[in-house]
């Protein structure tokens, strides 16, 4: 008979934890009884992202009294999707978890997400509700949430809440790098997956507030990523090609206006601020063009290494 240690789990619970070793012995302990009323071979995977708190001696001592607890922990700070890659290489389960430690979610709500799971789903987002945090980040998170649904046509109410329940299939075909795992469920939809939505209710405590110009800018150049990146990242030229087509168009119009304007002799253009915003528009438009044809090319060249499809069965 195999041990705990050896069978491969059905779940596993990927936490990401970053300096919080005053919530760890209690977030442990309210996930060992959500997975305990699960009543299926489980494991955590708990993922110290370069803490320099006591957060790893707590992590350490409690992994000596839980079996089902594999710890790793990063040499330094890298970041929540590095944690969670980390998280997901070492886990072994069919379906995998994730909770970030950011946003302080009630484990005792992941058995909800899981039977979503069971029900048919291919990934299962966490929408933090009732929410604990403060009304900014709420206000900020509401808003950003509406334009990432009409940016990509994805509808979610909580799209970067941190938490979420995968098939592990949906997590290999996902690229997990920088800020776009805060857009998983995004990426998994492109990919033909079922994404749906589950409430999960958020503990109150501590948590950082959106106050700074410099992260909502970050959060628009995100969005504008996921939006080429859903859309345009097989072809280029299609976005490319068509802002560069009306730069370029209008720059010509502008030009052509004022060569009459010279040639019928209506007045000097020499100086005229027309004149430049003209040239510029061209000079534009044949830029963005010439970008996308690049990108057509690379993409031309690497075809043979992408799988534009993503097959759920076969049969003989």
């Known amino acids: 008979m195999k041990s705990n240690r050896t069978r491969r789990p059905d779940l596993s619970v990927v936490v990401g934890l970053r300096n919080q070793a005053e919530d760890v012995t209690a977030t442990l302990a309210s996930l060992r009884g959500a997975l305990d ?5 489980a494991e955590i ?7 320099t708190d006591d957060t790893w001696r707590r992590l350490a001592a409690a992994a000596r009294r839980d079996r089902r607890l594999r710890l790793i922990r990063l040499r330094t700070g890298f970041g929540e999707a590095a944690a969670l ?9 069919r379906a995998v978890a994730y909770l970030s430690g950011r946003v302080r979610v009630d484990p005792a709500g992941l058995p909800a997400l899981v039977k979503r799971l069971d029900a048919g789903a291919d990934f299962v987002v966490g929408r933090r509700h009732p929410r604990a945090d403060s009304r900014l980040n709420q206000w900020v998170s509401r808003g950003f949430n509406r334009l990432v649904s009409r940016a990509t046509g994805l509808r979610l109410r909580d799209v970067n809440s941190g938490v979420f329940v995968s098939r592990r299939d949906v997590l290999d075909r996902v690229p ?3 800020d776009l795992v805060n857009f998983i469920p995004v990426l998994a939809a492109q990919q033909g997956y079922a994404v749906a939505e589950e409430n999960i209710g958020q ?3 501590t948590f950082r507030q959106s106050r700074y110009p410099g992260e909502y800018v970050q959060r628009l150049l995100d969005v504008l990523t996921v ?3 859903t859309r345009y990242s097989r072809k280029p030229i299609h976005f490319m090609g068509f802002v560069g087509t009306g730069f370029a168009a209008a720059g010509l119009v502008i030009e052509l206006y004022l060569f009459v304007y010279r040639i019928l002799g209506f007045g000097a253009i020499a100086g005229r601020p027309l004149l430049v915003l003209g040239a510029l528009l061209l000079v534009i438009g044949v830029q963005m063009i010439s970008i996308g044809l690049l990108g057509e090319m690379i993409i ?6 992408m799988e534009p499809y993503n097959i759920e069965e076969t049969l003989n």
């Open 227 to 229: 939006f080429f990146l």
């Open 37 to 41: 009323r699960l009543k299926r071979p």
């Open 85 to 93: 890659h980390a998280g997901i290489q070492a886990s072994r389960g």
């Open 176 to 178: 997990l790098y920088g």
């Open 45 to 51: 995977v708990a993922v110290d992202d370069g803490s």
């Open 203 to 205: 503990m109150p405590g």
């Open 300 to 305: 031309f060249t690497h075809a043979g290494e």
